[in-house]
């Protein structure tokens, strides 16, 4: 009898489908891809299991077309994970599998590196041969007296002899004087470890004592302040993997992984650097990916999706910025990168090091209940110093454009003893809204519940969340007045009012309308850090991961928009950036100074954070999460509906509650409208599931999910289950 093979396809299948084993070939393995016949089409799928009982009779099963693979892609630890965590988030498993994979892969192409060409010198070769080609054909000799010298030619080297080297060459090939042979390349960086380790200070220390790779599982936690050398940490512990022989998966937000990052590990590890990010090209992706599989990356530094690379001998795994949102994907497979670099540290029992100055309260509860070893980084490195916070009372107070005056006078005093200014404010575009002075209309979009922002630069008005356009309106739509003015603050604005004030200052701004250029980011940064430019203002793109060593002041423009945000997490995210931003300050020998726009200076939130720092605030926020039964303290899944009518998400989620099976252990709550309820013309609507038994929520989701999928209903909505949610809106 043949021999039934599970298959994980691409598509809406929560469990992978059988099929009968390829005739005339090798059985495939698991974690192997294999070409598939799916209703009319082909598709690329993966071997999950050889040895499955089958329930559907063998002849109405059908065959694998070919397996693409000769040995499998990925190993049975990472299957297992994949396959785990598409049980865990509730995702189809194929499009899990598959998703984890380079898009090259995905595609079916072969599983192997860009090759080029290389020449060589053969050892028929003699001295007398080039005297005798020097006479008939002088580019031949040229080429020979090239390869007698360096022994290979590369095709890039042969780029930059001119003229046509290749078909000399091949002359010289087909005399046999030189010999071709294909060489992969996996694109690597090699790191030199031309610059020195610091003599690491006490804290540090200890804290890359406790990370031993080659000694087992161990979770840490290395919460440091910015600036306190947490970097220098991971360096520590990933020379030691590196003389050990073991891999280093290091997973950084999209944001961290600068040039300047990527620098640093090569100027102080001896080591294979690969590197996986969204900006590669796909045949880039593919080669870090097997560089890392291969053994040849000693190094592997990529955001989200590289917590799925494969590694043949891994020993260490580095989550840094480990509260970054970034680490969840938002779409499709909402994994966490975070939570899953945890899982996997524990099935290749290798220690991972979880890094922030600001920890997610989730990794501060489990900091707490001992799952993981706390290290403190108080201090920080070298001889900087802390900076001072203060609030700024803006009740009252006249402002210039969003500015008070006493920020104005802050700004001017460190100017004036030659400092360099940041100003911060979360919000791009001139102003958030237009208003009609006239009538008090409000410029909203169209298609979703919210305002379209005044982009004074490219006169325009623009929704951030669907990202529609239009012009700026000549008079007002409702009254006809033509006094419509912009209502509210952005980074714009406040260039302009900066610019006015302090005339003769340079100015860089940086958010994501000054930096649509590739490279501009870099630029401007470099002209940042360099102190050419004094004041420096920007959004979140300027508060994260860059030293910026001649900052002395820091001001927070509107500390108060995400006081009173409409997701549970708003007062954290709020801490987390106004601690980034802060820390941006005072990196090098002069002590930084920071100044917090606010009107509510009573806000104990603010209090919190401004005597206590982060950790009186985390602890804080964790007894109110702990008091609301919010996560971390309970676990929480979503599941959300969107559709272009407006009654249809309601309808699909009642129909949705009526069939949810009763347990007393998970609360559930909704059908409610989301907090934006129209998104670029699609109304949407949720159902909050909340548990003290994660596992209960688990059993619920998945009895659940298969009679919701069996509804009508559910084919006239978008919908989507987010477990461990990150944003609730
Ligand atoms: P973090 O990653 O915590 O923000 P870094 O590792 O980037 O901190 O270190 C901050 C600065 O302090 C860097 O300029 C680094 O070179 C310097 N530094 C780190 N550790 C030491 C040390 N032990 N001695 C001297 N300087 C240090
Ligand atoms: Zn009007
Ligand atoms: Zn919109």
Known sequence: ?????????????????????????????????VQVPLGRRQLVGMVVETQAQTHIESHRLKSIITTLDSEPLIDADLLALIIWSAHYYHHPIGEALISALPARLRQGHAATPSAETLWQLS??????????????????????????????????????????????????????????????????????????????????HTSAAAIQPGHGHAILLIDGVTGSGKTEVYLDAITRA?????????????????????????????????????????????????????????????????????????GLIIVDEEHDASLKQQDGFRYSARDLAILRAHRLEVPIALGS???????????????????QLSERAGQAQAP??????????????????????????????????????????????????????????????????????????????????QPIPRDCPSCGSVDLRPLGLGTERIEQALQSRFADTPLVRIDRDSTRQRGSFERQMQAAQRGEAKLLLGTQMLAKGHHLPTVTLVGVIDADQGLFGADFRAPERLAQLIIQVAG???????????????????????????????????????????????????????????????????????????????????????????????????????????????????TLLKQWLPRIHSLRESRRVRWSVDVDPTETL
């Open 388 to 469: 001072l916070m203060r609030l700024l009372d803006m009740r009252g107070q006249p402002t210039h454009d969003g500015l008070s005056a006493p920020l104005i006078e802050r700004v001017q005093s460190h100017l004036d003893a030659d400092g360099q200014v940041l100003l911060f404010l979360n919000r791009r575009g001139f102003s958030p809204t237009l208003i009609c002075h006239e009538c008090g209309w409000l410029a909203e979009c169209q298609r979703c519940d919210a305002r379209m922002t005044y982009h004074r630069g490219k006169r325009r008005l623009h929704c951030h969340h669907c990202d529609r356009e």
């Open 357 to 375: 100055a600001t920890p997610s309260l989730e990794t501060l509860a489990n900091a707490r209940s001992q799952r993981y070893q706390h290290h």
């Open 242 to 314: 590196i003389q050990q022989g073991l891999q280093t998966l290091v997973i950084v937000p999209e944001i961290g992984l600068t040039p300047q990052l990527l620098s640093r590990f090569q100027r102080r590890l001896a080591a294979q650097i690969a590197v996986l990010h969204s900006g590669l090209s796909d045949s880039e992706r593919l080669n870090a990916w097997l560089a890392a599989r291969a053994g040849k990356a000693d190094v592997l530094i990529g955001t989200r999706s590289a917590i799925f690379v494969p590694l043949a001998r891994p």
């Open 123 to 204: 050892a028929h070769a003699q001295a007398s041969d080039l005297d005798a080609l020097r006479r008939r054909a002088p580019r031949q000799a040229m080429l020979l007296e090239h390869l007698m010298q360096s022994q290979t030619l590369t095709a890039a080297q042969l780029a930059g002899l001119g003229g046509d080297a290749r078909a000399a060459l091949q002359k010289l090939v087909a005399k046999g004087f030189a010999t071709t042979q294909q060489q992969h390349h996996y694109g690597l960086m090699a790191g030199r470890a031309s610059e020195p380790a610091f003599a690491l200070n006490d804290a540090q």
């Open 1 to 33: 009898m043949t021999q039934t093979i599970q298959v994980a396809v691409p598509g809406p299948f929560a469990e992978p489908l059988d099929y009968l084993a390829p005739t005339n070939e090798p059985l495939p393995q698991p974690g192997m891809r």
């Open 584 to 698: 941006r300050a005072g990196r090098a020998e002069r002590p930084g100074e920071v100044a917090i726009q606010t009107h509510h200076p009573e806000h104990p939130l603010l209090q919190m954070l401004i005597h206590g720092g982060y950790p009186a605030f985390a602890q804080a926020a964790l007894a109110e999460r702990e008091a609301a039964g919010l996560p971390p303290a309970r676990a929480m899944a979503l599941i959300r509906a969107e559709a272009t009518d407006a009654a249809a998400p309601r309808r699909f989620l009642q129909a949705a509650q009526a069939l949810a099976p009763e347990t007393p252990a998970v609360e559930r709550l909704g059908p409610y409208p989301a907090p934006m309820e129209r998104r670029a013309g699609r109304y949407r609507a949720q159902i909050m599931l909340q548990s003290d038994q994660r596992a209960a929520l688990q």
